[in-house]
């Protein structure tokens, strides 16, 4: 598990930077203030929570049976890139919701009402899902754990690790009370979606 | 006509005496001469120095004109799309004789063969500085592959501190092709443009520089850089360069050909570009500004319709202030009739003369354009060896 921490603790920034074209354009997209953004923060590093435990899991399972493994990585990739770039044009393409919104929103079904809640939840686990190189470093550890209880906690302890250098990024949204701002995160929003998912198609179509 | 001869009078002239303009002149000779005469010296051909004569004679000419004129953009203008224009000219048959082609392989790519431009800048500040990498192998000059960021981050630096913005309307080697289509109609097609559209380079900037930081590669160089078709790109050997080819080929036809022709804007510069992005920032460190004399101003709004780069809004003009993304072209300036937009050096007083602020700020704008524009003299020079060999090589 301290194994794991130090490794997050190491290579944090890293990650940051793997994580931060999902979450800057949106925190900057959405506009709200620092205390709200905490919010957003806390439930897209859940999400991604959720996705590290997952390659915990997988880690596990690879460690295990490592060649049937392997054919199953590149598709589940493709997936989550392009599910990342579906709701990061979600979040760019978005119409902004007007200041006297409120009656609107209290009208609309409630799956709809909890949707944009679980946007940062679902980036998050996907951004979790997403194979950086401390990732794999991680990856290795736990694979080579050997029970899945060691591979989790280790996948925890990254968690925590890389974390850290996440808190700073909630302050983002105090300049996105600009409406300036919000324009400029909703375009960079856009451009990344489309790198994602035409890097998802290109791996579903087996490269280049 | 008699109220448009009305208000051509009241409009006070930045034009100067001739003995004034040949006086302010001379400097800029020698400085030319030195900056482009060394080239000429080591050439040891006749061609090279006719070429060399002919374009030293032109670019002072152009800057006398631009003094005794007062009319600054206008020659500008010339000058900026000539640059533009010598850059393919010389660059496109340089790569042919030294690759065989303008389409780079992965092997040139990789041993760092490929050149280096400023506009990979804000792709590479945060690897270089996070991780030590510099994330675009190329070269400034065959002799100096490894030194090309330092030197053309300290180039960079400098011309920012000079002129700001003034980049995008005087260094920048590609803004010129912009600048040309967008003066080919007399009136715009497409007059109203979304305000929300200026966003965009920023948006760009943002998203190109976190994802080259975590790809480690120039992702606007490889996907979005509409430029590429005009200098040099990878081979379209497979599906993925092919498709990147075609996005160049469509930013170039489409951002810098077809939409400036419609709108007569820089739409591009003005809409496109992620380090005019950037560089809107480093406009905060530069002392030149420009600024609308609210005393003078007669809300006509001439500005507002034919600012190239949409750098002037409804606030932004009773503030008498431009926005941060001006590039200091001067078509207000010499297209306002009552002659309220000027240049002006922050820290002065807004009444102090308008012509010292113009003629320090020309002056550095113009010492940055022969910096950048020696390839005028090859680009001549290359045309003379076409005229006489029947070869640009």
Redo the contacts between chains.
């Keep these: 598990m301290i194994q794991g921490f130090l490794l997050g603790l190491a290579n944090g920034t890293t990650c940051l930077v793997f994580c931060i074209p999902v979450l800057v354009p949106f925190l900057l997209g959405e506009g709200k203030s620092v205390p709200n953004n905490l919010v957003t923060l806390s439930k897209f590093l859940g999400g991604r929570l959720g996705g590290y435990l997952l390659f915990g899991l997988l880690a596990w399972a690879t460690g295990n049976f490592l060649s049937g493994a392997a054919g199953l990585q590149i598709p589940a990739y493709a997936i989550a890139y392009i599910g990342l770039a579906i709701l990061l044009l979600t979040v760019g393409l978005r119409a902004p919701a007007p200041p006297a919104s409120a009656c609107v929103v209290k009208s609309a079904p409630a799956a709809l009402r909890r949707w944009p809640a679980l946007l940062p939840f679902g980036m998050g686990f996907l951004a979790g899902l997403k194979i950086c190189p401390p990732m794999l470093l991680a990856f290795t550890g736990a694979a080579n754990s050997g029970s899945l209880l060691g591979s989790l906690l280790l996948f925890l302890a990254f968690f925590l690790g890389t974390s850290i250098y996440f808190i700073p990024l909630s302050f983002l949204g105090a300049f996105a009370r600009l409406p300036d701002l919000r324009i400029v995160g909703r375009f960079a929003a856009v451009i990344v979606a489309l790198y994602y998912l035409f890097s998802g198609i290109l791996m579903f179509a087996g490269g280049v | 006509m008699a109220a448009i001869a009305q208000v051509k009078s009241r409009r006070p002239s930045l034009q100067l005496p001739v003995w004034k303009a040949l006086l302010l002149s001379l400097p800029m000779l020698l400085i030319s001469s030195f900056l482009w005469v060394p080239n000429l010296s080591g050439a040891g051909d006749s061609l090279a120095l006719i070429a060399g004569i002919i374009a030293l004679l032109g670019i002072n000419t152009i800057f006398f004109f631009m003094l005794y004129t007062g009319k600054t953009d206008r020659y500008r203008a010339v000058m900026f799309i000539i640059i533009a224009i010598a850059l393919p000219m010389d660059f496109i048959p340089w790569m042919i004789k030294t690759y065989g082609s303008m389409m780079l392989t992965d092997e040139i790519v990789y041993s760092g063969g490929a050149s280096f431009c400023p506009l990979t800048m804000p792709m590479i500040l945060?690897p270089a500085l996070?991780k030590r990498v510099i994330i675009f192998p190329g070269e400034l000059l065959p002799t100096m592959a490894h030194g090309a960021f330092s030197l053309m981050f300290i180039i960079w630096v400098a011309a920012s501190l000079s002129v700001g913005m003034g980049w995008c309307s005087w260094v920048c080697l590609y803004g010129g092709w912009d600048e040309f289509f967008s003066r080919l109609r007399r009136k715009p097609l497409i007059k109203n443009i979304d305000r929300?559209w200026i966003?965009?380079p920023?948006?760009?900037l943002?998203?190109?520089v976190?994802?080259s930081?975590?790809t480690f590669t120039p992702?606007y160089c490889e996907?979005f850089c509409p430029f590429k078709i005009a200098t040099e790109f990878q081979a379209p050997v497979?599906?993925?360069?092919s498709i990147q080819v075609g996005i160049f080929v469509v930013l170039f036809i489409g951002l810098v050909v077809v939409l400036p022709i419609l709108t007569r804007r820089r739409v591009q510069c003005g809409l496109f570009c992620p380090f005019g992005a950037l560089q809107s920032f480093l406009n905060k460190i530069n002392i030149f500004e420009v600024r609308v004399d609210l005393d003078k101003c007669s809300e006509c709004k001439q500005c507002l319709r034919t600012c190239p780069t949409f750098s002037l809004d409804e606030s932004s003009l009773k503030s008498g202030k431009t926005l941060i993304t001006c590039t200091k072209c001067s078509k207000c300036i010499d297209g306002c009739p009552k002659g309220a937009a000027y240049y002006h050096i922050k820290g002065t007083s807004l009444k102090a003369s308008p012509q010292t602020a113009r003629i320090l700020f020309v002056y550095a704008g113009f010492v940055l354009m022969l910096i950048f524009g020696g390839e005028i003299v090859n680009a001549l020079y290359r045309i003379f060896k076409l005229i006489t060999t029947g070869s640009m090589l």
């Design positions: 945060i996070v929300r966003y965009l920023f948006g760009m943002l998203a190109i976190v994802l930081a975590i992702i996907w497979n599906l993925l360069t």
